[in-house]
T-cell receptor
C-alpha cells in the first residue's frame, strides 16, 4: 500500500511555463484535494474532487486547473506559471468528506523563477 | 474563514504540558487536528464532530466547544517526538468539502 504518492518531488520553472503535478492514491478514496503551503499561511485548498469526473474550486483556485479522469488520479495543472505560485503542493485523499481523515502525499516543492 | 491558532510557537521541556487553541469566526461542523514534522506531510491526529466532544490519542487529547466555535489540543507529559507544527482544520456546516486550516503552532520539545 503506497498510500498517496506525488510526482515530481521537486521542480523549477521559468515564468510563463506550464506543468502538471500528478497525484495517485491506492486506497479507493472518493475525495481528493490539492493544497498549497506557504510559510506562515498554513495549508490552503486549491481544488478538490468528490469523485471520478468531478472537480470543484477551493479557496485559492486562480491560475490552476485540475482533472480527475480516473478515480485514483488527480492532476493539478499550472497553465502559465508565476513567481507567486512558488510553494509546496500537497495532495490528499479521504474516504468521506469532512468527517474523515485526510491522507497526505509527500509534497512537491515548486519554484517559479 | 481561516481559523486562528494560538500560540504561534511554544517551547517545552520533556514532560511539560501544552495547550493549543483554535478558534473560528464561523459556526463549525467539525474540527480536525494534524501534526507536521519539518519537510514532511501533515499527519492526522483526530477529528471532533460534535460540540462538547473530547477525544484522546496516547497523551494527546482535544475538546470541541461548538458554542464558542473553538477547539483545544492538549499535550500532556510531552515527549521529544511531539515536536512539529500542529494545525487545526475547520469545516463549516455549509462547506462540507472545504477544510480551512489555521496557520499552525510550532511546538518544540527540548530535553
Amino acid at each position: 500500500n503506497a498510500g498517496v504518492t506525488q510526482t515530481p518531488k521537486f521542480r523549477v520553472l521559468k515564468t510563463g511555463q506550464s506543468m502538471t503535478l500528478l497525484c495517485a492514491q491506492d486506497m479507493n478514496h472518493e475525495y481528493m484535494y490539492w493544497y498549497r503551503q506557504d510559510p506562515g499561511m498554513g495549508l490552503r485548498l486549491i481544488h478538490y474532487s468528490v469523485g471520478e469526473g468531478t472537480t470543484a474550486k477551493g479557496e485559492v483556485p486562480d491560475g490552476y486547473n485540475v482533472s480527475r479522469l480516473k478515480k485514483q488520479n488527480f492532476l493539478l495543472g499550472l497553465e502559465s506559471a508565476a513567481p507567486s505560485q512558488t510553494s509546496v503542493y500537497f495532495c490528499a485523499s479521504s474516504y468521506m468528506a469532512s468527517g474523515s481523515e485526510q491522507f497526505f502525499g509527500p509534497g512537491t516543492r515548486l519554484t517559479v523563477l | 474563514q481561516q481559523p486562528v491558532q494560538s500560540p504561534q510557537a511554544v517551547i517545552l521541556r520533556e514532560g511539560e504540558d501544552a495547550v493549543i487553541n483554535c478558534s473560528s469566526s464561523k459556526a463549525l461542523y467539525s474540527v480536525h487536528w494534524y501534526r507536521q514534522k519539518h519537510g514532511e506531510a501533515p499527519v492526522f491526529l483526530m477529528i471532533l464532530l460534535k460540540g462538547g466532544e473530547q477525544k484522546g490519542h496516547d497523551k494527546i487529547s482535544a475538546s470541541f466547544n461548538e458554542k464558542k466555535q473553538q477547539s483545544s489540543l492538549y499535550l500532556t507529559a510531552s515527549q521529544l517526538s511531539y515536536s512539529g507544527t500542529y494545525f487545526c482544520g475547520t469545516v463549516s456546516p455549509t462547506g462540507a468539502n472545504n477544510l480551512f486550516f489555521g496557520t499552525g503552532t510550532r511546538l518544540t520539545v527540548i530535553p
